[in-house]
């Protein structure tokens, strides 16, 4: 049965740091892809970055190239998503998908219709 399951959010201030952790069971090879999306109260949700485990191929939105930084943990079967120098406008409900998927285009990769399990959801909250 699959299961995906955050951990990690909370409040920091402007500039801080967070980890965020995502536990995969159910997917039981590497031909698949998880992502995070966040979603601000009266917006879209939006894909932030995901990562292809077979290849370890990464994948950013433009809004959090050079600050965010996605990984996965094959032993573990979890991702990562380190956030740093955090901006009031990073705040929201953050959420963890993932997908089996042999090969997605970058667009498609950072796409919420692409994944096909989520989890419940983690509040990051960065405050000015």
């Known amino acids: 049965q699959v299961q995906v399951v955050e951990s990690g959010g909370g409040s920091v201030q402007a500039g801080g740091s967070l980890r965020l952790s995502c536990a995969a069971s159910?997917?039981?090879?590497?031909?698949?892809?998880m992502g995070w999306f966040r979603q601000a109260p009266g917006q879209e949700r939006e894909g932030v970055a995901s990562?292809?485990?077979?290849?370890?191929?990464?994948y950013y939105a433009d809004s959090v190239k050079g600050r965010f930084t996605i990984s996965h943990d094959y032993t573990k079967n979890t991702v990562y998503l380190q956030m740093n120098s955090l901006k009031p406008e990073d705040t929201a409900m953050y959420y963890c998908a993932a997908t089996y998927s042999r090969w997605l285009t970058s667009t498609k990769a950072l796409a919420q219709y692409s994944y096909k399990d989520w989890g419940q959801g983690t509040q990051v909250t960065v405050s000015s």
């Open positions: 990562i292809y485990v077979y290849s370890d191929t990464k």
């Open positions: 159910g997917y039981s090879n590497s031909s698949y892809y």
